[in-house]
């Protein structure tokens, strides 16, 4: 059962950012620290990552574990109506998918950071310097930190 009525958890729900979310913004302000130069939400890619990075020919999205299903603690499924959740989730995960399938064919590096990687335990200078490792390498799809 939720803790909240209806019209409150709809309010909550409203107000939850899609751009420029705190790990967004922390993930951003590390790598900037780094030298590192990036365009932001680019309309004309698939999935509109999060931070492009056009000299590597690299594009990064910040996920939250609970809306993206990492499988994370933080990966959670609401008790009330969860057909339209797991409905929701599934959607989600397959939007995801397509975006990192259409970027890599059109020859763009991909790396998903998951939020736990960068807030709670996690952190953010671990993950500027994953971000500077990953684009020396030459995965084309990774992510920070792995699925568990």
Known sequence: MDRVDATKRSAIMRSVRSKDTKPEMALRSALHARGLRFRLHAKLLAGRPDIVLPRWRACIFVHGCFW???GCSMTTTPKSNEPFW???FRANEERD?????TLSRAGWRVLTVWQCGITGKGSVDACGAF???????SDPVSEFPSRT
Do not use: P, T
Not at 97 to 101: H, K, P
């Open 86 to 88: 797991n409905a929701k």
């Open 68 to 70: 993206h299903r990492h």
């Open 97 to 101: 998918r397509r975006a990192i399938e």
């Open 131 to 137: 971000v500077m490792d990953w684009l020396q390498r």
